[in-house]
């Protein structure tokens, strides 16, 4: 259970840390409308801002506490990756079977069957390094949600297995097709079942407007032209959307006192002090590093190692941080040697998302609250 904390009860710089909401809040307006920035430590919530707007075409919408965001590709982590771990534990899959034993379809394309793909393991899915391609438009030729899986599925690879590292939706969404059909049951009622309903998650969920949230308490994303102008509680990923918006790439809807609850479970585990939701073990196999290239990935995870994570301040002593971002304008950044995560997140693609200020902005908030640590514990 997450509390609210002084920032110096947990050896933080309160003072510091106050230099955060400032760098965030100079940005309103510019690279985003509104933004909602928490800052884990421990077990504590040390700071929590919300500001600017919810929407502001066509009508203005103030932000308020606790309003639901589209996470688009933090879908990978929150969701995808933490339902493969619990997976990998109740003994339904391993990391290194191959995929083509999960579900033989896997090895055929539109040209027959691929030898390249009868090598790619799960955890070349999980990681990108698979050789499946970054992205598909399966929206523009799909009309349904086992189209895209379909499709997915019998995608070419664009290099061979494991000999680059490729950030892939691909990857997700052929990942989505087979705990699918795993476990008989759609990825929204595994995360359900494995994760949101364990830790009592209560503003989190897939295609919001149907789970009996309001268009009020939902931020905007883009304004696009073909789905009727500005996209309220709809996923604005164009292959989720095409999917219902249940994927395991994109589609979950959140608040960042939600994606907190997660974060902690899991820094909890990858530190070997809880196994609520997932064993340590788990934690530390899906956390590390297992492909990199001019990145590293985890199962699910970004991993940033100090010399890849240019612009971000970062000690010499850390052996990893992880995270992740989402192409709506959300990210979470972990420190586990100080037990501290941040979870910003914005609405930078609302209007449009030509607007890449965050790109700017994301690593000056992230240095002014790993400038607040004041001591080791």
Known sequence: M???????????????????????????????????????????????????????????????????????????????????????????????????????????????????????????????????????????????????????????????????????????????????????????????????????????????????????EIVATEVVDWRGGVIVGEVHDENAFAMDGVSGHAGLFTTTLDAAKIVFELLSSYRGTSDALISPVTASTFMRAWSCSNVCYGLGWQVYEPDRLPGTLVDARHSVMLGHTGFTGTSILISPLDSLAVVFFTNRVHPTRANEMIRLVRPLVHNTVLASIMRRH
């Open 2 to 216: 997450l509390r609210m904390c002084d920032p110096e009860e947990v050896g933080l710089s309160k003072v510091r840390l106050t230099r955060a909401e400032l760098v965030a809040e100079k940005y309103v307006g510019s690279a985003y409308p509104g933004y909602d920035l928490l800052v884990l430590k421990d077990d504590c919530v040390v700071m929590r801002k919300v500001s600017g707007f919810a929407e502001v075409v066509p009508e203005r919408r103030s932000l308020g506490v606790d309003y639901l965001f589209d996470v688009a590709s933090l879908t990978k982590s929150l969701v995808t990756s933490t339902v493969y771990a619990k997976l990998v534990e109740e003994g339904l899959l391993s990391l290194r079977q191959k995929a083509v034993d999960v579900v033989p379809e896997f090895r055929l394309t539109v040209a027959g069957s691929n030898q390249a793909k009868e090598r790619v393991e799960l955890w070349m899915l999980l990681s990108h390094t698979s050789g499946l391609p970054a992205w598909l438009p399966l929206y523009k030729t799909c009309r349904d949600r086992d189209e895209v899986l379909a499709e997915a599925l019998r995608s070419f690879p664009a290099y061979e297995p494991g000999t680059d590292v490729v950030y892939s939706d691909v990857n997700y969404i052929v990942l989505t097709y087979i705990a699918e059909k795993v476990t008989g049951e759609r990825i929204d009622r595994l995360f359900e079942k494995l994760v949101s309903s364990p830790l009592k998650l209560v503003r989190t969920s897939f295609n919001p407007l149907k789970a009996g949230f309001s268009r009020s």
